[in-house]
């Protein structure tokens, strides 16, 4: 049995903690890690900032205690987003902006606002808000999510396994979201049934692909 251990060395000299082999493979496979970082970093934000935004969504969303209950899955899901692909930020050498609004910024896609402007009262003006209205911008915000995570799945696809493994999974969750207001939406504004198969999550927010880990599974 040959005593060659063809993989024990490599590009990082031993005990060298300024350089990372997680990241020089990438670069050996053509893919500049720095790029990928920033590019998740934009991601996420996107994911944290809709998770604030579907909030106040979910909140004006009076009347309509069934589409509260499946924006209350893709808000909490979009967090769960956040926090799985938060470490790999960190493994590529970056860290995320200290300052929220840096990071909300530079998110990857448009603030999901309340669509009607605010009231001096510090309100709303509800007047004229309506589940269809707030139904679209819970759709338009999953399509944007989506061409997000497609574009990381086309860059790390057979290059970077890890990255991969986490953007196929939350775009999974996304393109779900999206059938969901799909449906939602089609019936509220055209009166059409457009199904989409959800049902409900086992708990709101359950994230069946994308949650980074459980606890107290054993309890």
């Known amino acids: 049995m040959s005593d060659d251990k063809p993989h024990a060395a490599g590009t990082v000299d031993a005990g060298d903690t300024s350089e990372r082999v997680g990241m020089a493979v990438l670069r050996e496979r053509g893919l500049e890690p720095e790029e990928l970082r920033e590019k998740l970093i934009d991601a996420i934000g996107a994911e944290f900032t809709t998770y604030y935004y579907y909030t106040n969504l979910r909140m004006h969303l009076a009347g309509h205690e069934d589409y509260k209950e499946i924006t209350e899955d893709a808000r909490l899901e979009d967090r769960a987003h ?52 707030i139904l679209e911008v819970l759709l338009e915000a999953e399509r944007c999510a989506i061409r997000t995570w497609s574009e990381i799945c086309d860059m790390t696809h057979g290059v970077d396994p890890r990255t991969y493994d986490m953007a196929q999974r939350i775009l999974q969750e996304e393109i779900e979201h999206e059938a969901w207001f799909v449906e939602l939406l089609s019936m509220e504004r055209d009166g059409e049934i457009n199904p989409a198969g959800h049902f409900v999550r086992g708990e709101p927010g359950d994230a069946p692909l994308s949650t980074n880990r459980r606890f107290n599974d054993s309890a």
């Open 82 to 133: 956040f926090e799985l692909v938060a470490p790999r930020v960190y493994e590529l050498g970056g860290a995320l902006p200290n300052d929220i609004r840096a990071f909300a910024d530079r998110a990857s896609c448009p603030d999901a606002e309340l669509p009607v402007p605010m009231a001096g009262d510090g309100g709303f003006d509800t007047d004229s808000l309506s589940a269809e209205s």
